[in-house]
């Protein structure tokens, strides 16, 4: 097989609140990790992409993060950028690490998220441009619109979304790192603030300090790693820019045109998944990507959910790692983390049995991008 | 998640002066295509359907519908008090735009309740925010 593209690394900090750390030395370090994970050498990187965090992406415009973090990292790579796609960030820059190294323009290509969200400005209220005259805050409002709208259509009520939540906590319970470790049961889920009604505050996802970090090489390159090198199978982009207008905006994620294209170069469908990494901003997003992915029908994913079918020991494993809900917010790259790990058989007292197949999806903005990797053992 | 300190006002540039202008003499209006008659907010620099950059404006009735809403109960800024209510208000002449409902209390709102534009003075400029159609009305 040839210039095959395989995550052959990962690494991460632990995620919290940790005000005496630079987002910088969290990256550095992250980096450093999913570097030795992956057997190489800070000098055999010549490949830098960056997912900057809402508060180093939105708020620090002038010095690109490729460029400070290379920098501080002694990287001369042949190939950099950074990625602002928001929540999609860091599954496409993986995304494009893999179209890289498989045209030849690198070899070894470290894909690097980090933020300090919880320590830093906050970057999560801001407004929308000239709607913030009208209160219109946050990623939390825009969801809320889809979730009340999926409500209307669909008759999907507060316990669907609470099962999301549910199984997010019983699976970070299973791991050491995560940011929220304690169980919660239905009537916790539904007493609950409202935080932007119809979401309560345990919709939302977490906000963390941290970084986590993947190294993307060939298969052939990674053939003497010290651990499992996992290909990434297929991979695929779709977004929603024209948002409002177009009149499905908050019902129909682009991740209805991104599931079949990622999958389809994988040469796979949605029943080879053993285990699905969703992006979990918050909860409704994963019930609206259950049913774009074709994992349930459309307005079918609040009955799909019931009975702890996404949760431990259940039908479709989602989210094995807590997710952003429960893990910590790692802007999609933990997603992609414990895609490796289930596929390595790493995933300790949560893994899913005989695991095969994971598909990771990156979801960001108002509801604008998306996109997914498809990634086998 | 701490109360930012967004700007609030809107900033009018070249391609939205217009609609705040209309908005401030009491008239909400959309960009039109002089092309292919598509009718559509935000205004832009070109007809996002067939890209033309031939755009008139057109007058609205200002009537619409509730597509979907949500009501903050948490305050994000302290110039916009929670509770309130945002909205996307789907126009009768097709173009979807975000604002308040306003008028009723936040629990009578619903989805696809009619409603119609009232402009209001706020942030030193006047707002297009929507109130029940026929109901409501409270000053």
């Known amino acids: ?377 | 998640m701490s109360a930012a300190p967004t700007p609030l006002a809107p900033r009018p540039d070249a391609l939205t002066r217009p609609f705040w202008e209309a908005c401030r003499h009491g008239r909400l209006e959309a960009s039109s295509c002089a092309d292919c008659g598509h009718l559509f907010l935000p205004p832009g620099p070109c007809c996002p359907r067939c890209w033309s950059p031939r755009l008139t404006v057109r007058a609205l009735s200002g009537n619409g519908r509730v597509w979907s809403f949500v009501i903050y109960r948490r305050t994000y800024h302290p110039a916009i008090p929670a509770p309130y209510v945002v909205a996307l208000v789907e126009l009768d002449e097709g173009p979807r735009l975000i604002s308040n409902v306003v008028g009723c209390a936040p629990e009578e709102v619903a989805i696809d309740m009619p409603v119609r534009v009232r402009f209001e003075e706020a942030l030193g400029i006047t707002l297009p925010r929507f109130e029940p159609l026929g109901g409501g009305g409270r000053p």
């Open chain 1, 1 to 377: 097989m040839s210039r095959r593209a395989v995550i052959a690394g990962v690494g991460h900090t632990a995620f919290g609140k940790f005000p005496d750390r630079t987002a910088w030395d969290l990256e550095a370090a992250a980096a450093a990790a999913a570097v030795a994970d992956a057997g190489l050498r800070p000098a055999d990187v010549d490949g830098l992409l960056t997912d900057p965090g809402a508060v180093q992406g939105v708020l620090d415009g002038i010095t690109p993060h490729f460029l400070r973090l290379g920098s501080q990292l002694g990287l001369d790579p042949t190939y950099t950028g950074s990625e602002i796609l928001g929540g999609a960030g860091s599954v496409a820059i993986v995304e494009r690490a893999a179209l890289a190294v498989e045209a030849g323009l690198c070899e070894a290509c470290l894909c690097v998220y980090g933020d300090r969200a919880l320590s830093g400005a906050g970057a999560y209220g801001y407004g929308r441009g000239d709607e913030a005259a009208f209160g219109f805050f946050g990623a939390a409002g825009l969801h809320a619109l889809a979730a009340r709208r999926h409500m209307h259509r669909y008759g999907t009520r507060p316990e669907h979304l609470g099962e999301v939540a549910i199984a997010a906590r019983a699976y970070a319970a299973r791991v050491p790192h995560a940011q929220k470790r304690s169980v919660l049961d239905m009537d916790e889920y539904l007493a609950s603030d409202p935080i932007v009604e119809p979401l309560r505050r345990l919709d939302c996802c977490l906000v963390s300090d941290g970084a986590a970090a993947v190294l993307v090489t060939t298969a052939e390159r990674a053939a003497d790693a010290p651990r499992p090198a996992i290909p990434i199978l297929g991979h695929a982009q779709a977004h929603s820019l024209s948002t409002y207008a177009s009149p499905d905006h908050f019902d129909a994620l682009p991740a209805g045109r991104c599931g079949p294209a990622a999958l389809g170069r994988a040469g796979l469908t949605p029943a080879d998944v053993d285990v699905a990494l969703l992006y979990d901003c918050f909860t409704i997003v994963v019930l609206l990507q259950l049913e774009a992915y074709g994992f349930c029908k459309k307005g079918e994913s609040g009955p799909f959910v019931e009975g702890g079918r996404i949760g431990p020991g259940g039908s479709l494993p989602v989210n094995t790692s807590g997710g952003l809900l429960a893990e910590g917010y790692g802007g999609g790259m933990l997603h992609v983390i414990e895609a490796v790990r289930q596929l390595r058989g790493d995933a300790g007292d949560r893994q899913v049995a005989d695991a095969e197949v994971a598909l990771v999806s990156g979801h960001g903005l108002g509801m604008n991008t998306h996109a997914t990797l498809v990634l086998g053992s």
